[in-house]
């Protein structure tokens, strides 16, 4: 009997295996958020000597979930003169392309079970890295379309800034991770970990990973670069008009925005899952690589504490007139040293 | 090939999990709208004229300069990837042309193609 159903699934088995990882990395995506938030909150309450929240649950931990129930209860006004249908639509491509964009990264190295290699990964192309940087610049249509269809002049120039800011930083980022494409030879991010189980590249591009890493928070919209939701300025930036879940939508977006971004410059420059101390099996390289994601993440949270919000014409100015340049000095370098 | 068929698995599960959000919001949330909620928010003012249309021309400009360098990036990828085996051909190619591309650079520069005021 358990034979027959095991002979009947057997041409289907890689299918099952990819449709249950893809669910796992989405859920886990979508439950990390919440969890994402009540870290930010705890750690911005004591770097500002304050306790954060505390109440509900034990330290607090019952605070974002409460949020998330109440968010999902909430009235969702869309304001007469919008355009309903690009205005569902912007959330949807924002929380999409985060989520979608995280398909090929691999959490750890693959492991055997019921004899079966398993990749812990959804897809493990040789345009990896490419394919991020495509679905992840796709974002921005969620943004500027969230902009455009609310009709609303906060959120028109919050989407603006947003696309603008994007376009200046995304070249930064791509010709920051030319360099170490240039070292290892792949697009695949598999082999950038594997060509890293010496040293990890940190060590051997510090400019490459400092260029890098800033233009990932500019990317990712996160304080110091978090023009697009000024505050003080814009309200809310491109979201002023979205109440309830697709306001929080935006927020998971954001979220897990950068829970790729972390997990990209570990990949790129941390080493990935190799641990380096410990004996390396797949157990030990996926706690390596969640406790390195885990201390960009909480870096994230430290930047947005410390640095104040930077003015909008130094942040192109800094984008087109400083890191450009530099990350095009480093490539010519990398390459140079790599033939010569 | 199959590798990007996981691709498009993890395409639908991403399209399910937008479609439940946005469903859960539409069916669990009231429904009360009144005229002051519906007009779009200007911090208490009543809008006077709609948002769309206009927009300062520089974010245009910045947009033909990023196609202008994004092209460049594309160009670079392949490269990168196959310059062990272009080896100082590649280099050198690779200097002129950036190199072309630093005298566009320096010209948007000089004609203030990156000042934001």
Known sequence: MIDDIVHFFEPYIYLIVGGVKAIIIAVALTAVVPGLVWLERRLMGRFQVRLGPNRVGPFGLGQPISDSIKLLFKESIIQSSADKFLFHLAPAIVVFTAILSFAVIPITQPFEIFGQTIGPWIANIDSGILFIFAISGMGIYGKVIAGLSSNSKYSLMGGLRSSAQMISYELTLGIAALSIIVMTGSLNLVDMVKSQEAVPFILVQPLAFLLFFIAGVAETNRAPFDLPEAEQELVAGFHTEYTGMKFAMFFMGEYINMVTMSSLVTLLFLGGWNTYILPQNALTGFLAFAFKVLFLLCFFIWLRSTFPRIRYDRLMTFGWKFLLPIAIFNLLLTSALKVL | ?117
Do not use: H
């Open chain 2, 1 to 117: 090939m199959s590798e990007y068929f996981f691709i498009s698995l993890a395409a639908i599960v991403a399209i399910g999990v937008v479609a439940v959000l946005l469903l859960l919001s539409t069916i669990l949330g009231p429904r009360n709208p009144n005229r002051a909620k519906l007009t779009p928010y200007e911090c208490g003012i009543i809008p006077q004229e709609e948002a769309k249309g206009r927009y300062p021309v520089r974010f245009a400009t910045l947009a033909m300069l990023f196609i202008i360098f994004d092209i460049e990036v594309v160009f670079m990828y392949p490269w990168a990837v196959s310059l062990g085996e272009l080896k100082l051909f590649g280099l050198l190619e690779m200097v002129v042309f950036i190199a072309i591309l630093g005298i566009a650079y320096i010209y948007i520069w000089g004609r203030g193609g990156l000042e934001w005021d």
